[in-house]
């Protein structure tokens, strides 16, 4: 049974960090990326990490700067760090399993599985 489970969202200050989790187990995949979706809008792609030929990262424009992905082989957790933050920041944010990533722009339509997502709220 694929399982894909975020947590590290909350309530936080503008101009503060948090780092989100996403575990993964039951599945094998060589791509994460991590997405967000607030109230009235599409999903947004943030950044992903492939790994099958090296680490690569991968950033749309509007994301780079305050955004950070990583991951951990040896427990199959990818993170993403998140510095600065912004009201404007405030959405749901999920990670997705195997989304096609070698490019800026991140289509949330290519990706195999998802979690529930986690929160993030930032106060202005």
């Known amino acids: 049974q694929v399982q894909v489970v975020e947590s590290g969202g909350g309530l936080v200050q503008a101009g503060g960090s948090l780092r989100l989790s996403c575990k993964t187990s039951g599945v094998t995949y060589d791509a994460m990326g991590w997405f967000r979706q607030a109230p009235g809008s599409g999903r947004e792609g943030i950044a992903c990490i492939k790994w099958k030929s090296g680490v690569a990262t991968y950033y749309p424009d509007s994301m780079k700067g305050r955004f950070t992905i990583s991951r951990i082989e040896s427990n199959n957790t990818q993170y993403l760090q998140m510095n600065n933050l912004k009201p404007e920041d405030t959405a749901l944010y999920y990670c997705?399993?195997?989304?096609?990533?070698?490019?800026?722009?991140?289509?949330?339509?290519?990706?195999?599985?998802w979690g529930q997502g986690t929160q993030v709220t930032v106060s202005s």
């Open positions: 997705a399993v195997d989304p096609i990533c070698g490019s800026v722009y991140l289509n949330p339509s290519t990706a195999r599985y």
